[in-house]
């Protein structure tokens, strides 16, 4: 089995955002709600499994780190986001392998252009009547997600090592391999009922949809639902678009 190569540069920069927590934290859910005029808001869960967890207190207290310090730190994260422009309703850490977050803000168009590598992401328009939503996370993409917010204990990624944020092209299989050696079977296991669940609720009835979304009961919203091992590993990219009537 081929190594994960390691980043300085990335540890010091990677952390959470949106999607992209799933492939540096085994399992997040994320609630985008569009408002009808480019308004929007955002709510994120993350949670690390316990079995997880306690692997990863191991590594940190042979560091020397306290072994009740959260892996999340919710003010890092509510910094970020406020210096974007972007409101914060609530940020913190439920328990120490958890996070909870909400924000909002009055001009998600703005948002996506002032943050540099997100427009290669997120890609959000309006039209007369009409708008549309299309949405990218692939090996590409990911780095400039996760550097938005900072917020992620350095131990938590080092034990990981998701091959989503390191330049190591191994198969999921592979990466699951490499877990179980690392963290033990117990671990790896519970990662493999841990996915990525994002929601997108739109101010109108959807008038088009393509990619891995599927649409929902209703007609105004959307999900995606994928393995938290696929996330972390983004052999495939995750991407769809949506368009639905203003």
Known sequence: MRRIKTSTGI???AAFALVAL???SCGATVDLAIGAGGSAAIGLGVEVPPAVESRIRR???SAGAAASA???D????SRAVAARGATVDSSRTPTT?????SYRTGDLAGLIAGSEGLGAAIDYRRSPGRASLEFRLGRDTAPALVSLFPGVDADLLESLQPPALYDNPVSVAEYRSMLAGLLGETAAAAIDGRSLELRVSLPGPVLGLSGAAKALPGGRSVSVSVPALDAMVLAEPIAFRVE???
């Open 11 to 13: 540890l010091v920069q």
């Open 22 to 24: 799933t492939a540096v």
């Open 59 to 61: 590594f940190s207290a």
């Open 70 to 72: 959260p892996l999340f």
């Open 74 to 77: 919710a003010s890092a994260v």
């Open 97 to 101: 392998g958890s996070y909870r977050g």
């Open 244 to 246: 639905w009537a203003e």
